[in-house]
């Protein structure tokens, strides 16, 4: 049987990647490790009923000791690596906890996987692994930096972040990097542009402004609103990554997008028009420090090589979306009034 540590699986991604991970291979055992952060939230999770093949564990991937119990405990053989702090205004506040998951958890993942996985655990020199096994690192096209006009982003570019949280992410892609070129890991490392769909903590854009909307409240839109984005459904993420796990070349970047290209006020004002509001409830605020212009990806080498595909068109994913905001206000509530930090309480405790 393999088993595949998700790490981060109680976040935006992570939990639709569980889901669609017990549903595309029914032989595999799922163990979703979370610290649950303002952002991890086991509600996002309640609708799993195949207890057998899922398992969670609240635990930091800091704790390099709980890590080395769950590799062992589990016989590990893939990591799926979402595990992060993950917005961007807050990595300008505090950039340090970012440095912290983002870096050195990703650091003491790889430590450990490589203790588990070498084939020769007490050979420091031989780079033989044990087969199957599979470290795959969940980053972002941010890592980049900034396009202009024109050109999109390949695998090859020098990263050039500009955030501190693209910084660490970025951190995090070299230590990646080097166990593959030092230890030998089987590693791929894959570079995603924005995602949005359900479930997504409703500080990003695309929740942010449907639940505003909702509520009549303003739409903050930073600078001019032409920062523009290369937006893909959470599916088709997750989809992407399922691919790169299975079929990717060890050691490997894969660039993963859907080439939608929108500023950000379309999206908005497409969110407006969708829910018959006004676009006087738009509020151009001053633009955040070193807001990035544009991002766009080119997704040849994972179509090509690894014959992986989007399924979302924007309309139809945008559509899907904002029906699932709207289905969902008990969802969007407990977030709100901070009641789905108390759902791990009661479930756990
Ligand atoms: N959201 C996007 O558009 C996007 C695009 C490309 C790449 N990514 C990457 O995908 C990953 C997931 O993004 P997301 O949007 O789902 O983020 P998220 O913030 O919704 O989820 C992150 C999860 O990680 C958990 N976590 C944080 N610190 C932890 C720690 N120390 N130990 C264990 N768990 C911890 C949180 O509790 C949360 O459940 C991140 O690595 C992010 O960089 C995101």
Not at 100 to 125: E, F, M, R, S
Not at 142 to 147: I, K, P, R, T
Request: charged content about 25%; aromatic content about 10%; overall charge negative.
């Amino acid at each position: 049987m393999k088993t595949v540590l998700v790490t981060g699986g109680a976040g935006f991604i992570g939990c639709n990647f569980v889901k669609l991970m017990l549903a595309h291979h029914p032989s595999y055992r799922i163990i979703n490790v979370d610290a649950l952060t303002y952002a991890g939230n086991l509600e996002n999770l309640k609708e799993i009923t195949d207890k057998g093949r899922y398992v969670f564990i609240k635990a930091d991937i800091r704790d390099k000791e709980k890590m080395d119990e769950i590799f062992k405990t589990y016989e590990i053989t893939s990591v799926v690596n979402f595990a992060a702090e993950s917005h961007v205004d807050r990595s300008i506040e505090e950039p340090e906890i970012f440095l912290l998951t983002n870096v050195i958890g990703t650091q003491v993942l790889l430590d450990v996987a490589k203790k588990h996985w070498k084939a020769h655990p007490n050979d420091k020199y031989c780079k033989t692994y044990k087969p199957g096994v599979k470290f795959l690192q969940v980053s972002t096209d941010e890592v980049y930096g900034a396009l202009g006009e024109t050109g999109l982003f390949v695998e090859t570019m020098p990263l050039m972040p500009n955030s501190p949280y693209s910084a660490s992410k970025a951190s995090a892609d070299m230590v990646v990097r080097a166990y593959h070129e030092t230890f030998g890991m089987p590693v791929n490392i894959t570079r995603c542009s924005n995602n949005y769909g359900p479930f997504q903590f409703p500080e990003k854009l695309i929740p942010l402004m449907i639940n505003n909307c909702l509520e009549e409240k303003e739409l903050p839109v930073y600078g001019d609103g032409m920062q523009v984005r290369d937006w893909l459904h959470v599916t088709d993420h997750c989809s992407a990554i399922d691919t790169v796990l299975h079929k990717g070349v060890d050691g490997e970047v894969y660039n993963i997008g859907g080439n939608n290209e929108k500023a950000n006020i379309e999206i908005v004002k497409l969110i407006i028009k969708t829910l018959g509001k006004s676009e006087d409830l738009i509020k151009y605020v001053k633009d955040r420090p070193g807001h990035d212009k544009r991002y766009a990806i080119d997704n040849t080498k994972i179509t090509t090589q690894l014959d992986w595909e989007p399924s979302y068109t924007f309309e139809q994913g945008m559509k899907e979306t904002i029906e699932w905001y709207l289905n969902h206000p008990d969802w969007i509530e407990h977030i709100i009034l901070g009641d789905y930090v108390k759902y791990y309480q009661k479930m756990y405790h």
